[in-house]
């Protein structure tokens, strides 16, 4: 797994140097005589706070930042480098109130989520046996949308963040595989509207 904080401040072209490794899993260097390529598959997690003070959208607290130096600092991550991250998120900051609750709210431990996992991956690769790869995360599009399409009637809300924009057709793709993995959590043999519609509102991109 590869984990950048406060993504913003790398440099662009760092940033954008990680969009083909996380498509096609290799990395080549060239250099004057030769040209070497090396596996590179790996987990991507970019953390940026909303803006260069942290406080915009942040109750009870002002924001010092310019409209400008938002965009500008959030534009450090380009579109085809976000279109290329499964789950968008916005986590605001947690209050003392939310704090106090959060002791006496039920917890999953990591073991329960372990196992959980582990069940979901034993699924995905009983299923996928047949196929060159293990993963839904290596499920090539034409298979997503031909012999692993959603169950029927499920993809209408999919197909209009495709049409009006909202989705490319790589990011179409990614939300297919992430609702496999929705249905191998949930036990259930084909995604349908529930885990289609939560792979839409944790992209982001169609809300």
Not at 84 to 110: C, E, F
Not at 156 to 173: H, I, K
Not at 176 to 185: C, N
Request: glycine letters at 8%.
């Amino acid at each position: 797994m590869v984990f950048l904080g406060e993504a913003p401040e790398f440099a662009p072209s760092a940033l954008d140097a990680l969009r083909q490794p996380l498509e096609s899993g290799v990395i080549t260097i060239s250099r004057a005589a030769a040209t070497a390529s090396f596996p590179a598959r790996f987990q991507l997690v970019l953390a940026a706070n909303p803006c260069p003070c942290g406080n915009a959208g942040v109750r009870d607290a002002e924001c010092s930042c310019s409209p400008f130096a938002r965009r500008r600092y959030l534009g450090r991550m380009s579109g085809p480098l976000l279109d290329r991250v499964d789950i968008q998120l916005d986590v605001p900051r947690v209050t003392a109130a939310q704090l106090r609750l959060s002791t006496q709210a039920p917890v999953t431990t990591s073991a329960a989520a372990r196992a959980r996992v582990v069940e979901a991956r034993d699924r995905a690769a009983r299923r996928l046996a047949d196929q060159p790869w293990r993963l839904n995360a290596h499920a090539p599009g034409g298979w997503l949308r031909r012999d692993g399409a959603p169950a029927s009637g499920s993809t209408s809300a999919l197909d209009r963040a495709l049409e009006r924009g909202a989705l490319t057709m790589r990011g179409y793709d990614r939300v297919l595989r992430l609702a496999w993995t929705l249905a191998d959590l949930d036990g259930v043999e084909r995604p349908g509207l529930d885990q289609l519609g939560r792979a839409l509102y944790l992209r982001k991109a169609a809300v």
